[in-house]
């Protein structure tokens, strides 16, 4: 019997639960919101460099 086959309709260990709930609490709480802000961010540093190097959007002044 495979390891895939033994561990067919047996529930998990509380320790493994806990730790799985753990890392989706994290991934949810943390991780997800902080790569908002970080892309949100750098998006923002983007449009700000190139409007220094470009000039602000908008026809010529003239």
């Not at 997800?32 to 802000?37: E, K, N, Q, R, T």
């Not at 983007?46 to 002044?61: E, K, R, T």
């Amino acid at each position: 019997m495979t390891d895939l086959e033994s561990s067919v309709g047996r529930a998990e260990p509380p320790a493994t639960r806990n730790r799985e709930i753990t890392a989706f609490l994290v991934t949810t709480f943390l991780v997800f919101p902080g790569l908002a802000v970080g892309f949100v961010g750098a998006y923002g540093f983007v449009i700000w460099i190139s409007q220094m190097i470009l000039g602000p959007p908008g026809p010529p002044a003239g």
